[in-house]
């Protein structure tokens, strides 16, 4: 569907910078629904016809709402509206799986890879007791929400519960939660989880189909049993464009 505008409100010589005010064209038509969810925007070529201005013009107009999450850019195909965003809780410890299905959202888990690696993290190296460097089981597993891949998971599984480490790839497509439960009876996990903005590897911005100057939300996942044993560690990339994370709160005055 053509872009919508009053083109009497829209002074491209005057009136600001030229791509702020394409962006905010572009971004009117998103959420008036004439340019809906999922759908493709017109090419480069054709927002230069309709607006007589360059392409430079245009790919900063573009970039601005792929930065605001309004459109996202698949590669080989073009850009596009961005879908509704997925609600995520900080405070919840449900599990991705269940907290998608609470949602109302269709969750999806692909195994890309199952073996020994390096721990190059401080941190996740202290929490499995391992020497910085040294080797753990660990599970690399792309998370889809809506059919949208929308997490990169990279998970470290201590030794104390080295029972996760024979399980078929086909099991850890299903909730680790349900996993952990199903190999060790029902267990108090208890966790702590610390939250950093950070450039992605580029694996993560393959799978996720970042654009390549963004930075994107990184959540390091400590799980540790009732002893205080840890249990797995998880480094999980979000999706930018795919989620709106809230909290809930009770105050008593």
Known sequence: M???YDSNDLNLRSEGARYKQIAKVISQNI???NLASNTQIPPEPQLMELFDCSRITIRAAIKELVDKGQ???RQGLGTFVTGELKNVSFNDFSGFTDSC???GHKPLTKVLSVNKAPVNNPAIAEFLSLELGAT???VIRLRYVDDMPCVYEVSYVSEQYSSLYTAGKEEWEISLYKLISKLYGNIKIEGKRFYDC????VEVQKELELPDDNNILAMDDLHWDADHNPIFSSTLYYKP???RFYSTFVTLL
Do not use: C, I, N
């Not at 950070?198 to 590897?201: A, F, G, I």
């Open 31 to 33: 959420a008036s629904g």
């Open 241 to 243: 464009s795919a989620f």
């Open 101 to 103: 299905l609470m949602e």
């Open 2 to 4: 053509p872009l919508v």
């Open 136 to 138: 753990a089981f660990q």
């Open 198 to 201: 950070v450039k992605p590897p």
């Open 71 to 73: 459109l996202v850019r």
